[in-house]
């Protein structure tokens, strides 16, 4: 069956701390994609990465970094040198299937709260 | 470019009532979702269309709630008679050309049922 987890509900850290976001996937597809969304206190929806099933890199943009392992079924999100405006709810997601019979799962989200 | 735009942005209405929520897609995405948000249950998909067409309306929560797509560039989600349990943030995406894009959201639609 189709499942994300997000383990951790709420998080809190102080800023500049390192923190990381886990999130684990099931799946029976050989071919899906992973995402991270960020949802801030004003409520939007904001895409941060996009990852399928055959690209195993890690990836870096600025402070944000993403662990995926297929081998633990793990797509983790790592935010170096946290800052207050990184307070949000983060969502990781699953999409997969075909033409006909698709589907998009998001895992329950974690909030992130970056204290000053 | 636009983003995906949706109103009206806050509604409030009684039981009882009908509600049309309304969605612009990114010009040019041929996919468009509309997703509901609560506390209890999370983001869910409810329907999802390609090319105008409804693909998947599996999660689509009982007949009171109906979508349509008309055109290319503009989607409705009516609920009728809305319920309080109704009570929830409606977003609407729209994604191009595949299923495995990154979907783009709207802003949202925040939905008081009293």
């Known amino acids: 069956a189709q499942k994300v987890t997000q383990a951790q509900t709420e998080i809190s850290v102080v800023e500049k701390e390192d923190v990381t976001l886990d999130c684990v996937y099931e799946?029976?597809?050989?071919?899906?994609?992973l995402f991270w969304y960020k949802q801030p206190p004003s409520g939007e929806l904001v895409f941060l990465i996009r990852r399928n099933s055959f690209d195993e890199q890690n990836e870096i943009s600025g402070r944000y970094s993403w662990n995926f392992q297929k081998s633990t079924s793990s797509f983790n999100f790592t935010i170096t040198a946290s800052q207050v405006v990184d307070s949000a709810v983060y969502f990781c997601a699953l999409s997969e299937g075909n033409t006909g019979g698709f589907k998009t799962i998001f895992g329950a989200g974690t909030r992130l709260f970056v204290k000053a | 470019d636009a983003g995906v735009i949706q109103s009206p942005r806050h509604e409030v209405t009684e039981m009882g009532q009908e509600v049309t929520l309304r969605c612009k897609p990114i010009s040019g995405h041929d996919y468009l979702f509309w997703y509901r948000q609560t506390m209890m249950r999370g983001l869910e998909l409810l329907i999802y269309f390609n090319n105008n067409v409804p693909i998947d309306d599996s999660g689509m929560p009982e007949d009171r709630f109906s979508a349509k797509m008309p055109n290319a560039s503009f989607s409705t989600l009516k609920i009728q008679p809305s319920e309080p349990r109704d009570s929830a943030v409606y977003f609407c995406a729209s994604t191009s050309s595949g299923i495995y894009e990154t979907q783009y959201f709207g802003p949202g639609t925040r939905l008081l049922v009293l």
């Open positions: 799946t029976r597809d050989t071919t899906y994609y």
